[in-house]
């Protein structure tokens, strides 16, 4: 009994042994889990990559050139751009549309996983400050020295210095938690500015970054900010909301003008305006700045306004190396699809 019963048993197990031998072999020869599994086992002993992961990697290095070739984008706004929320927004709609579906296959190979692809997106949004104030920050705009004061020699000790704007007003600078008081030149010297403790308005504490001869400084010396100096190869995205802005249409105008001036890639840009439908600001805008411009209502839904200015964006023409790189790239990466 207990002899039939162990040959019962073998039998019953080689049965089974060769049920999911078959099984497997009917899986092995599905296409894609045969190039699979292939490139798992042509990995090299010494943890080289694939052959597939080496079609990835040469693949997204010429994206990544093309994308270099765009350069980037920055925002420059106001409190109207959402903190940051734009910007963000911005990233992740260019992203998912360029590069979503060579990523997610980049995440079954995490030894290439550091060559996501990304479209650098920078903010310098700036809150609570004069639209003059914001334009002398991003150093499209120049400030002055109000009175006479000496530039110590030494970089750890810090000279009191009075700016004021190109109107004659005192510079009145807001704390931002992502863009500093200002890195800035005076007469030559590269330094920072700070708070100081004093009560007069447009008072600040100047710093330079390395030690030198004491320089006087006389009243009317122009002062220039280069924080955003960075930023300078970027694709702007200018978004200005407060409609305040707008009670001096022209000098609003003059002052996106700049900004875009201002930059390297000079004729590609992207400016949004929150403004109602067929305003006097809004007819302004489009007929001064054309396809360029994007209105946006009173309630900005910051997900919509990305999406609009990637397609603008592509409207223009202005991510002809970037899709281009992708697609080719797609084409040798899924070439069975």
Do not use: W
Request: negative net charge; glycine residues 6%; contains cysteine.
């Amino acid at each position: 009994m207990d002899r039939r019963f162990n040959i019962g048993g073998i039998i019953l197990s080689v049965i089974a042994v060769l049920l999911v031998a078959f099984f497997v072999f009917l899986l092995y020869n599905d296409n894609k889990l045969q190039n699979f599994l292939s490139q798992q086992t042509s990995q090299n002993s010494n943890g080289s990559q694939t052959e597939y992961e080496q079609v990835i990697t040469e693949n997204v290095e010429e994206i990544q050139n093309a994308v270099n070739s765009f350069g980037s984008i920055t925002v420059f706004g106001d409190e109207y751009a959402g903190n940051g929320t734009l910007s963000d927004a911005i990233s992740n709609e260019f992203d998912n549309e360029l590069f979503k579906k060579i990523n997610d296959e980049i995440r079954r190979y995490p030894r290439i996983i550091g060559q996501y692809l990304e479209m650098p997106v920078s903010n310098f949004e700036v809150h609570d400050e004069s639209l003059e104030t914001i334009m002398t920050r991003i150093g499209v705009e120049t400030v002055f020295a109000a009175r006479d004061c000496v530039i110590n020699a030494s970089s750890e000790e810090g000279s009191e210095i009075l700016l004021k704007t190109i109107s004659g007003s005192p510079l009145k600078l807001s704390v931002q938690s992502y863009t500093s008081l200002g890195t800035v030149t005076v007469k030559g010297i590269e330094g920072k500015l700070s708070r100081s403790h004093s009560e007069e308005e447009g008072t600040y504490i100047f710093k330079r970054s390395s030690d030198g001869e004491e320089v006087k400084i006389v009243s009317g010396t122009q002062i220039k900010f280069s924080v955003s100096e960075e930023y300078r190869d970027s694709i702007p995205v200018i978004i200005f909301g407060n409609n305040n802005h707008y009670s001096n249409l022209k000098q609003f105008i003059r002052y996106c003008q700049k900004i875009i001036e201002h930059q390297s890639a000079n004729d590609k840009y992207i400016i949004v305006c929150r403004t109602p439908a067929n305003s006097d600001v809004d007819n302004t805008m489009t007929e001064t700045f054309g396809h360029n411009y994007i209105r946006t209502g009173e309630n900005i839904d910051y997900n919509d306004l990305a999406e609009k200015i990637f397609f603008r964006m592509k409207t223009l023409k202005y991510l002809d190396s970037v899709s281009e790189s992708v697609q080719k790239a797609e084409n040798n990466i899924f070439p069975n699809e």
